[in-house]
């Protein structure tokens, strides 16, 4: 998410994120720079993978990939889950700008995803002895 100015800061920076492990985000939206870190709460390959807010700006924030195979290749799913701070104020900048925002960014970040997940290198993890 380079076009947003997110950059990994901490814990995960490079390569594949694992079950139980996190990542800090700096990024710039809205004008606005903050810190966020994710954790990896569920992690089931190839079938599903759950990140969960675990400090930055939103009030709750959890988000569920979920991969099953298709006649033409895989279909990601997402369920996406996120509360705005700041109460009223927070729901009327989420209705009005917010998640039209948060969309477009998932669509961004889903073709990451997809890159990662049919790259050499996710195979190998997945066939990787335990």
Same mark, same amino acid.
């Given at each position: 998410?380079?076009?947003?100015?997110?950059?990994?800061?901490?814990?995960?920076?490079? !390569?594949?994120? !694992?079950?139980?492990?996190?990542?800090?985000?700096? +990024?710039?939206? $809205?004008?606005?720079?903050?810190?966020?870190?994710?954790?990896?709460?569920? $992690? %089931?390959?190839? #079938?599903?993978?759950? %990140?969960?807010?675990?400090? !930055?700006? $939103?009030?709750?924030?959890?988000?569920?990939?979920?991969? @099953?195979?298709? @006649?033409?290749?895989?279909?990601?799913? %997402?369920? $996406?889950?996120?509360?705005?701070?700041?109460?009223?104020? !927070?729901?009327?900048?989420?209705?009005? *700008? *917010? #998640? #039209?925002?948060?969309?477009?960014?998932?669509?961004? #970040?889903?073709?990451?995803?997809?890159?990662?997940?049919?790259?050499?290198?996710?195979?190998?993890?997945?066939? +990787?002895?335990?």
């Amino acid at each position: 998410m380079a076009t947003h100015g997110e950059t990994a800061v901490d814990g995960v920076t490079t !390569g594949l994120i !694992g079950p139980g492990e996190s990542v800090t985000w700096r +990024a710039r939206h $809205f004008f606005v720079t903050f810190r966020a870190t994710s954790r990896i709460t569920a $992690f %089931d390959p190839p #079938r599903h993978f759950r %990140d969960e807010m675990v400090s !930055g700006p $939103f009030a709750h924030f959890a988000h569920d990939h979920y991969f @099953e195979p298709s @006649e033409h290749g895989t279909l990601m799913r %997402d369920v $996406f889950d996120y509360e705005s701070p700041l109460g009223i104020i !927070g729901a009327l900048a989420d209705a009005l *700008l *917010l #998640r #039209r925002h948060m969309v477009r960014l998932l669509r961004e #970040r889903n073709e990451v995803v997809r890159r990662v997940a049919e790259s050499a290198e996710w195979q190998q993890y997945l066939t +990787a002895p335990c």
